[in-house]
């Protein structure tokens, strides 16, 4: 059911944060789309599927390092005589009685017989013969048979995005083609006659420049998504529709900045019903960012968001990413941790707020202040800069003292 909040005055009941961040995870999305593709091409993607071992690693007992492959009761006996080598790859056949040892490299199969490698620097070697100079333990340097993972372990689980490790595991399992979830395309637009795009000029000097088209789109396909930038549009009712038209043909979601508040040319909030989409809800109580909006044509998503720069990134961060999320079938869209407050802090609204802070790690524990933060509008997007994350306040806090846990999102994992 849609939710349509007014947004004349701050007095008006708006949609608690916690209800529209449940309403969205409420929302049917198709994340059962896939594709294959060679594992060189796979980094980055998303898993559609759990990575399942089909045998153990390692199959055999393998030598960690190079030396004598014996029988650990046989250390006692002084000297041993050798057999020969064991190269790395060879299928050893040989069966090592008492008395007796085997020269064994690194990642070579253990002996039949042996139990224990003695390492080079431990025995001293002349004519055929070890002598042992210093004991090891029963098993030294050697790596039993599933050390690293059993046949049937799952290694890396459906919705996890490929990394260099996952990568070399992979290789491992000689995974030559992977299934990876189909990246939701997300076409980015930013709206209002006061924005230049990249490039552009102008005389006129109440005109900025555009970052928010750019800023999402970095941010979206950072999550997985492929974007589709759409620049920048004029407060123009005919062009925006147009322009959404169009873009709702190809894309998963359409983002937008601009046009959702309350002014005379902010038209972007009355388009979106026009297109035939319904308003899942428009407004919440949260800081910065309360009148966005989120709306569903068919299978399709439209997320109208503030036109500051802050502000959209903050929202896009709190309700693009989760459906792009859902979409790729990954468990979360971002990691929040709790930290605790190196200085007092005030919130300046009821509502809840995401405001930028430093993260400091100490000994494992997340710290955080708000030191060269600016305090003001939320157009200030610098505040994301240098190892940021945003801190949660709810709606029931007012002042909290340092010391105090907090929870933040942190802002280098998406």
């Known amino acids: 059911m849609a939710v349509d909040c007014s947004l004349k005055g701050e007095k008006v009941d708006l949609l608690s944060y916690e209800t529209s961040q449940n309403m969205l995870d409420l929302l049917q999305v198709d994340s059962s789309r896939y594709e294959r593709v060679p594992l060189s091409d796979s980094l980055g993607r998303v898993l559609a599927s759990d990575i399942v071992a089909e045998y153990n690693d390692p199959q055999f007992a393998t030598a960690s390092m190079d030396g004598y492959a014996v029988k650990h009761e046989d250390l006692a006996q002084v000297t041993l005589k050798v057999l020969g080598d064991n190269p790395a790859g060879h299928d050893e056949q040989r069966t090592l009685q008492s008395g007796e040892s085997i020269k064994t490299f690194t990642g070579s199969m253990m002996p039949h017989g042996a139990d224990t490698l003695i390492q080079i620097e431990n025995v001293t070697y002349e004519e055929g013969i070890i002598t042992i100079n210093e004991e090891v333990p029963l098993a030294n340097a050697v790596r039993p048979i599933g050390e690293g993972y059993r046949s049937g372990d799952i290694l890396i689980t459906k919705g996890t995005k490929i990394t260099f490790a996952e990568i070399g595991v992979m290789a491992g399992l000689n995974q030559v083609m992977v299934k990876v979830a189909?990246?939701?395309?997300?076409?980015?637009?930013?709206?209002?006659?006061?924005?230049?795009?990249?490039?552009?000029?102008?005389?006129?000097?109440?005109?900025?420049?555009?970052?928010?088209?750019?800023?999402?789109?970095?941010?979206?396909?950072?999550?997985?998504?492929?974007?589709?930038?759409?620049?920048?549009?004029?407060?123009?009712?005919?062009?925006?529709?147009?322009?959404?038209?169009?873009?709702?043909?190809?894309?998963?979601?359409?983002?937008?900045?601009?046009?959702?508040?309350?002014?005379?040319?902010?038209?972007?909030?009355?388009?979106?019903?026009?297109?035939?989409?319904?308003?899942?809800?428009?407004?919440?109580?949260?800081?910065?960012?309360?009148?966005?909006?989120?709306?569903?044509?068919?299978?399709?998503?439209?997320?109208?968001?503030?036109?500051?720069?802050?502000?959209?990134?903050?929202?896009?961060?709190?309700?693009?990413?989760?459906?792009?999320?859902?979409?790729?079938?990954?468990?979360?869209?971002?990691?929040?941790?709790?930290?605790?407050?190196?200085?007092?802090?005030?919130?300046?609204?009821?509502?809840?707020?995401?405001?930028?802070?430093?993260?400091?790690?100490?000994?494992?524990?997340?710290?955080?202040?708000?030191?060269?933060?600016?305090?003001?509008?939320?157009?200030?997007?610098?505040?994301?800069?240098?190892?940021?994350?945003?801190?949660?306040?709810?709606?029931?806090?007012?002042?909290?003292?340092?010391?105090?846990?907090?929870?933040?999102?942190?802002?280098?994992?998406?």
Do not use: W
């Not at 900025?208 to 589709?228: C, D, H, P």
């Open 182 to 414: 189909i990246a939701p395309r997300v076409a980015v637009i930013a709206t209002g006659s006061e924005i230049l795009d990249l490039g552009e000029n102008s005389d006129n000097p109440a005109q900025i420049r555009s970052s928010n088209n750019y800023t999402l789109a970095a941010l979206f396909e950072s999550a997985g998504a492929e974007v589709i930038q759409l620049g920048t549009a004029p407060d123009n009712r005919d062009e925006i529709m147009q322009t959404f038209k169009t873009a709702l043909h190809s894309a998963d979601i359409l983002v937008s900045t601009g046009g959702v508040s309350v002014g005379d040319y902010d038209f972007v909030k009355d388009i979106v019903p026009r297109l035939g989409a319904e308003v899942v809800y428009k407004g919440v109580g949260i800081k910065p960012g309360r009148h966005i909006m989120v709306a569903k044509k068919e299978e399709k998503f439209i997320l109208a968001l503030p036109g500051f720069a802050y502000s959209s990134t903050v929202t896009a961060i709190l309700y693009a990413l989760p459906l792009i999320s859902k979409m790729l079938g990954k468990a979360k869209p971002f990691q929040t941790v709790a930290a605790k407050l190196q200085e007092d802090f005030t919130k300046r609204s009821r509502f809840t707020e995401f405001t930028a802070c430093n993260v400091v790690i100490e000994d494992g524990e997340y710290f955080i202040n708000f030191a060269g933060k600016k305090v003001g509008s939320s157009a200030i997007l610098v505040n994301m800069l240098n190892e940021s994350a945003l801190m949660v306040a709810g709606e029931e806090d007012k002042f909290l003292e340092a010391g105090t846990y907090v929870n933040i999102i942190l802002l280098d994992t998406l």
